[in-house]
């Protein structure tokens, strides 16, 4: 009789433990509280490099930073993208980096509804990734690549497997409005940066300015 009850008991407390981490963890993002300074350095860094002007603008940031700090890199592309590959491969002058690529998640004109499947097949192969690499930091800019990335890199948060902080920047082009990834990762990205001041000013605490968000 005991463990009949211990077994209906078990998963209703682990079931109710984690909902409520959740929750925490959601409302520790919403309100803003969660302070990046405590981030152990070296950092183990995953960056998720878009394409085009999403590729520029990460590697523009990475130029910025004090790599020492942030090592080692796993830089994350789209299994499509050959030209971020070359620029990452170009750029990246430090030691003690790599490059890993998943599967798309959206391409370009594909439908939402398609592009639901792309994403969670895109998540299912990011998984090992994450695991295997653990990161302290997940840098990301604007495509759609890095919302399966940030999704697992939360999820293996939320079960205590590695305690991941994630960074969106916002892409430069992205003046009044948040982008769909943007408002996506509103709800789990630990610090949103974000590069026009008018977007600082309507969204207010949840975003910082770049300068601010870089400084802090």
């Known amino acids: 009789m005991l463990f009949f009850i211990l077994w209906l008991l078990i998963p209703t407390i682990f079931s109710a433990y984690f909902s409520a981490r959740l929750i925490y963890l959601i409302m520790q993002c919403l309100i803003g509280n969660r302070s990046l300074k405590t981030l152990r350095h070296p950092a183990r860094t995953l960056i998720v490099i878009g394409s085009g002007g ?12 004090n790599k020492k700090k942030f090592t080692p890199r796993l830089y994350l592309l789209a299994n499509t993208d050959t030209t971020s590959q070359i620029r990452v491969e170009n750029e990246e002058c430090g030691i003690d980096w790599s490059i890993v690529k998943i599967p798309r998640s959206r391409y370009v004109n ?12 895109s998540i299912f ?7 295997s690499f653990k990161p302290d930091l997940v840098l990301c800019n604007g495509p759609g690549t890095c919302v399966p ?7 293996v948060k939320l079960f205590h497997y590695v305690d991941t ?6 892409s430069i082009c992205r003046v009044n409005t948040l982008s769909l990834t943007g408002k996506i990762m509103y709800f789990f990205a630990d610090l949103i940066i974000v590069q026009w001041y008018e977007l600082k000013q309507k969204y ?4 910082k300015y770049l300068d601010e968000g870089l400084s802090s």
């Open 165 to 170: 902080s994630i960074i969106f920047v916002e």
């Open 204 to 207: 207010g605490m949840r975003v």
């Open 54 to 65: 999403h590729t520029a603008e990460m590697l523009r940031l990475m130029n910025k930073m």
């Open 110 to 121: 594909q439908s939402y509804l398609t592009s639901i499947f792309s994403t969670i097949y």
């Open 149 to 155: 990335v940030c999704f697992v890199a939360f999820l």
């Open 125 to 131: 192969m990011t998984v090992p990734v994450v695991i």
